[in-house]
C-alpha cells in the first residue's frame, strides 16, 4: 500500500513537471527550439513507435548491454566467490583488482577502439568492464562475509567442501551477489549509449546524438524518453526477479521489521 502511494506521488510530480515544460515552451518563456513542447515529443516518439524505428534502435542497444552484462555476471560471479572463499587467490589478485577499479569506464572506450574496433565486440567489451567491478566486489564480499559459525557447523556435520559451497556460501552470500547485479543494471545502459555515441551506426545513443547533429531536438527527446522508460521497466523487473530468488531474505527482513 505504501508502495502504491509513493508511486502514485512521484506519478503525479512527474506530471507536474510535464505540464510546467509544457506550459513553458507554449508560452515561450522557454526557447522552443531547444524545449519544444512536451505534446510534441511525445507525437514524435509516437509516431517512431509506430513506424518500428525505435523498437530497431533500442534492440540493437538492449542486445549488446545484455551480451555485456551476462557475460560479466558469468565471468565474475564464480571468480568473486572464489576470491572470498581462497585468501591465498584474493591476496595475490587483490593489489591487480584495487588498481583497475577505480578506471572510469570511459577511458577504456579509446582503448577498446584500439584494439577491438568500431563493431559490436568493442560496445560488449565496455560494459562487460564497467559492470565487472560492482559484481566482482560485492561477490568477494558477500563470500568473505559468511558467518564462521555457520561454516564451522557446515565443517562439524561432515559437509564436504563442494556441497558447502552449494548449501551454505551460495545461499549466504546470493544476497549480496544481487545487489552487485542490481548496481551494474543502469551502468550497462550508461556505457551502452555512451559506446554508440563514440562509435557506431545504429543504438539508441547513435540515434539520439544523430538526431542532435540533425538538429531534430523533439526527436532527440523521444529517444531520451525512450531510454528512461526502458531503464525503468528493467529495474521494475530485476525487483520483481530479486524479490523472487530471495523470497526467504526478503520475509526474512519483513519479520525483522515487524519486529521493531
Given at each position: 500500500?505504501?508502495?502504491?502511494?509513493?508511486?502514485?506521488?512521484g506519478v503525479v510530480f512527474l506530471g507536474a513537471l510535464l505540464l510546467l515544460w509544457e506550459a513553458a515552451a507554449r508560452s515561450g518563456a522557454a526557447d522552443r527550439l531547444l524545449f519544444p513542447p512536451v505534446s510534441r515529443v511525445l507525437e514524435t516518439a509516437w509516431s517512431l513507435v509506430t513506424s518500428g524505428h525505435i523498437a530497431a534502435q533500442l534492440t540493437a542497444s538492449l542486445k549488446r548491454a545484455a551480451a555485456g552484462y551476462l557475460l560479466a555476471a558469468a565471468f565474475c560471479i564464480p571468480l568473486g566467490i572464489l576470491l572470498g572463499c581462497v585468501g591465498p587467490i584474493y591476496r595475490a589478485l587483490g593489489v591487480v583488482i584495487e588498481m583497475l577499479r577505480p578506471i572510469p569506464p570511459p577511458v577504456v572506450v579509446p582503448l577498446a577502439m584500439l584494439y577491438l574496433?568500431?563493431?559490436?565486440?568493442?560496445?560488449?567489451?565496455?560494459?562487460?568492464?564497467?559492470?565487472?567491478?560492482?559484481?566482482?566486489?560485492n561477490a568477494i564480499d558477500g563470500s568473505r562475509n559468511v558467518d564462521p559459525v555457520i561454516l564451522h557447523t557446515a565443517r562439524t556435520f561432515g559437509l564436504s567442501a563442494p556441497r558447502t559451497l552449494a548449501k551454505v556460501i551460495l545461499p549466504a552470500c546470493l544476497p549480496q551477489v544481487?545487489?552487485?547485479?542490481?548496481?551494474?543494471?543502469?551502468?550497462?545502459?550508461?556505457?551502452?549509449?555512451?559506446?554508440?555515441?563514440?562509435g557506431s551506426t545504429d543504438g539508441i545513443g547513435y540515434f539520439i546524438l544523430d538526431s542532435q547533429r540533425r538538429f531534430k531536438i523533439d526527436q532527440m527527446y523521444a529517444g531520451m524518453l525512450a531510454l528512461a522508460l526502458v531503464g525503468y521497466l528493467l529495474n521494475r523487473l530485476f525487483d520483481r526477479l530479486?524479490?523472487?530468488?530471495?523470497?526467504?531474505?526478503?520475509?526474512?527482513?519483513q519479520r525483522e521489521a515487524e519486529g521493531r
Open positions: 500500500m505504501v508502495g502504491r502511494e509513493s508511486r502514485l506521488s574496433g568500431l563493431g559490436g565486440a568493442m560496445k560488449i567489451f565496455v560494459i562487460f568492464f564497467s559492470c565487472a567491478w560492482p559484481i566482482l566486489l544481487m545487489t552487485g547485479l542490481r548496481v551494474s543494471l543502469p551502468i550497462t545502459l550508461i556505457l551502452v549509449v555512451i559506446s554508440e555515441m563514440v530479486q524479490r523472487a530468488v530471495l523470497w526467504w531474505h526478503w520475509g526474512m527482513m
